[in-house]
């Protein structure tokens, strides 16, 4: 089976590295034009690594991120694929997480996905083409985990709004999915990892490893094909067997 996605326009959040770039790229070797938004200064090299355009911008600021979604379309010429992927994540105690960490955990995970989502589905709906939203949820939306209460609970509400996107869009021929990813070796959390957490966390997978940026690109960017084109509103695991419901 051959897939293509050229002539696609695609914007993908957090893009600079890790899973974001790795879908940004699968997306571009396939034909896609991609426009990449992070705060990252290094999201200006990931963008011509892939032969995209570069908006940066912080997602947690709303006004900014409308602003830089309305320049990533004018500049694509519209929009056929949004992949939320810009997320962060801390690690503290259940009863350490205070107002601050919610709101920023819940502001860059959860609303930004949410206004994103809706600035592009305006777009698609004017264009009158359909198109694909893919969001990158986690298995702590299923699972939770000790320490990240915040992140699980963001990551939830982005399985959450992705169905109801499902529902509500769908009639303009837009499907909404959600990717739920398990343990993937990225910069972020790179800090708080150790060996022993590695190996026993790769323990958890009937495959004895863990996954790797490009496990989840191959995902999305079935998603974003024509073979992806009757799933809307699932919660896809990407976890090795980690999770299986």
């Avoid at 699980?152 to 529902?167: D, E, H, M, P, Q």
Wanted: aromatic share 4%.
């Amino acid at each position: 089976m051959t897939v293509t996605l050229s002539g696609n326009r695609a914007i993908v959040t957090g893009a600079a590295r890790g899973i974001g770039f790795a879908i940004a790229r699968s997306l571009a070797d396939l034909g896609a034009n991609v426009a990449m938004l992070d705060i990252a200064d290094q999201g200006r090299e990931a963008a011509d690594a892939v032969g995209g355009c570069f908006v940066q911008v912080d997602l947690g600021d709303p006004d900014a991120l409308s602003e830089a979604m309305t320049t990533a379309m004018d500049t694509l010429g519209g929009i056929d694929i949004l992949v939320n992927n810009a997320g962060i994540l801390s690690h503290m105690p259940f009863l350490e997480v205070g107002t601050l960490d919610w709101n920023r955990t819940m502001a860059v995970n959860a609303r930004a996905t949410l206004q994103t989502t809706q600035a592009a589905a305006r777009r698609m709906i004017a264009q009158g083409t359909g198109g694909r939203v893919i969001n990158i949820a986690s298995m702590a939306a299923k699972s939770g985990g000790r320490h990240e209460v915040h992140y699980a609970a963001s990551k939830a509400a982005v399985v959450a709004l992705t169905r109801v996107a499902a529902i509500e869009l769908g009639e303009h021929g837009i499907t909404a999915n959600s990717i739920c990813p398990g343990y993937v070796l990225t910069e972020m959390g790179a800090a708080t990892r150790t060996e022993e957490d590695v190996a026993a966390w790769s323990a958890l997978s009937p495959l004895g490893r863990l996954g790797e940026p490009e496990d989840v690109a191959g995902v999305a960017t079935f998603l974003a094909s024509t073979s992806g084109g009757y799933l809307t509103g699932q919660a896809i695991n990407v976890t090795g067997g980690m999770i299986m419901h």
